[in-house]
T-cell receptor
Framework: AQTVTQSQPEMSVQEAETVTLSCTYDTSENNYYLFWYKQPPSRQMILVIRQEAYKQQNATENRFSVNFQKAAKSFSLKISDSQLGDTAMYFCAFMKHSGNTPLVFGKGTRLSVIA | DSGVTQTPKHLITATGQRVTLRCSPRSGDLSVYWYQQSLDQGLQFLIQYYNGEERAKGNILERFSAQQFPDLHSELNLSSLELGDSALYFC?????????????FGPGTRLTVL
């Protein structure tokens, strides 16, 4: 079974600064997908970024980028130029590559962006 | 807007009661997933349906059941409710060819058991 671990329950960052959220996972699969989801106070689950394990290049979406280290089973999220609207819970999630399979989530990191 | 709809948004009921949560997936999506998020916790997978058939089961209690109908909407039935069943219940859909393997979440149903 797969497990996802987020070791930072809470973090804070000053507006316009950069912050990195950590995620590690355990799997015996060779191919899989990794995701970061954002859950703002509205509770809506919003996909931030996705990474396919067979791609060596780290995914980037505007101010959001990942550092994917397959051998170390590490998948961190970097948020650059943090904005007040980035305040949210962030969940790391794993999905088998076969697709149409459930997501396995970490327990989340609560990020506060301070003005 | 993810295209996934869930009703009702809020539900307040008493212990021992039975409720039904409804989910309509994005147009074209064949898979529906149900997740439970208890207070300040991560999301726990409950059950998945694909084109009307049960595809995968997670940590779903025997008091809970689900089904997916021919029009692909899904219902999650929770019975003999307990205080600990209070949570946010999410439905997600996916299964289109593109974007591959993404799940799109509905706004959730907040269940409060008193």
């Amino acid at each position: 079974a797969q497990t996802v671990t987020q070791s930072q329950p809470e973090m804070s960052v000053q507006e316009a600064e950069t912050v990195t959220l950590s995620c590690t996972y355990d799997t015996s699969e060779n191919n899989y997908y990794l995701f970061w989801y954002k859950q703002p106070p509205s509770r809506q689950m919003i996909l931030v970024i996705r990474q396919e394990a067979y791609k060596q290049q780290n995914a980037t979406e505007n101010r959001f980028s990942v550092n994917f280290q397959k051998a170390a089973k590490s998948f961190s999220l970097k948020i650059s130029d943090s904005q007040l609207g980035d305040t949210a819970m962030y969940f790391c999630a794993f999905m088998k590559h076969s697709g149409n399979t459930p997501l396995v989530f970490g327990k989340g990191t609560r990020l506060s962006v301070i003005a | 807007d993810s295209g996934v709809t869930q009703t009702p948004k809020h539900l307040i009921t008493a212990t021992g009661q039975r409720v039904t949560l409804r989910c309509s997936p994005r147009s074209g999506d064949l898979s529906v997933y149900w997740y439970q998020q208890s207070l300040d916790q991560g999301l726990q997978f409950l059950i998945q349906y694909y084109n009307g058939e049960e595809r995968a089961k997670g940590n779903i209690l025997e008091r809970f059941s689900a089904q997916q109908f021919p029009d692909l909407h899904s219902e999650l039935n929770l019975s003999s409710l307990e205080l600990g069943d209070s949570a946010l219940y999410f439905c997600a859909s996916g299964g289109r060819a593109e974007p591959r393997n993404e799940q799109f979440f509905g706004p959730g149903t907040r269940l409060t058991v008193l």
